[in-house]
Antibody, heavy 125, light 108 residues
Framework: VQLVESGGGLVQPGGSLRLSCTAS????????MNWVRQAPGKGLEWVSY????????YYGDSVKGRFTVSRDNAKNSLYLQMNSLRAEDTAVYYC???????????????????WGQGTTVTVSS | SYVLTQPPSVSVAPGKTARITCGGN??????VHWYQQKPGQAPVLVIY???DRPSGIPERFSGSNSGNTATLTISRVEAGDEADYYC???????????FGGGTKLTVL
């Protein structure tokens, strides 16, 4: 079971970047996914959630309207399109799996049991 | 927005018990998850749905949740437990995942 992020790098303020997360070792299409970021020396900040089918999406307030999450279940891949980037978006970006292990038949977003190693995004001129 | 409050730091001697709190309005009505993060590494889930342990997590890790406070308890603390710990909930009122600010556990 593994998640591998890619696509990070240095980008100027106002620029765009697309992150990818490739899953292996599990049936990707059965799991909801999240993006979580961590600015240098700071705590974890949730960025976005997407359901297994892609029909339910949520965003954190700081990225709503600028970031777009999507997935391609045929390619076992999760994406984060980041536009209008700001210095405060500088962070390590993690993708994380939601196992859907609540006691109900339909689970709200819950715990994150598998995380990637992260990809670093630096927004600077 | 929903806020989770954690103490910035907790210190404990080896072999003793560490308790890390996570405060939030009526957090006892929510499901709380806890993560351990060591420097340069991705977070690791250590407690989910208040008090369940993923496979591979020692029984020394336990959780509780009631009222306005959730607690992660680490018994018989070891040097290898030194890390940052984060609590997390789902806030359905605005469809947000919320993390606490994190607590740095220092083993003396």
């Amino acid at each position: 079971v593994q998640l591998v992020e890619s696509g990070g790098g240095l980008v100027q303020p106002g620029g765009s970047l697309r992150l990818s997360c490739t899953a292996s070792g599990f049936t990707f299409s059965s799991f909801d996914m999240n993006w979580v970021r961590q600015a240098p020396g700071k705590g974890l900040e949730w960025v976005s959630y997407i359901s297994s089918s892609g029909d339910t999406i949520y965003y954190g307030d700081s990225v709503k309207g600028r970031f777009t999450v999507s997935r391609d279940n045929a390619k076992n891949s999760l994406y984060l399109q980041m536009n209008s980037l700001r210095a405060e978006d500088t962070a390590v970006y993690y993708c994380a799996r939601d196992p859907g292990d609540c006691s109900s038949t339909s689970c709200p977003p819950g715990d994150l049991d598998v995380w990637g190693q992260g990809t670093t995004v630096t927004v600077s001129s | 927005s929903y806020v989770l409050t954690q103490p910035p730091s907790v210190s404990v001697a080896p072999g003793k018990t560490a308790r890390i709190t996570c405060g939030g309005n009526d957090i006892g009505t929510k499901s709380v998850h806890w993560y351990q993060q060591k420097p340069g590494q991705a977070p690791v889930l250590v407690i989910y749905y208040d008090n369940d342990r993923p496979s591979g997590i020692p029984e020394r890790f336990s959780g509780s949740n009631s009222g306005n406070t959730a607690t992660l308890t680490i018994s018989r603390v070891e040097a290898g437990d030194e890390a940052d710990y984060y609590c997390q909930v789902w806030h359905s009122s605005n469809n947000h995942v919320v993390f606490g600010g994190g607590t740095k556990l220092t083993v003396l």
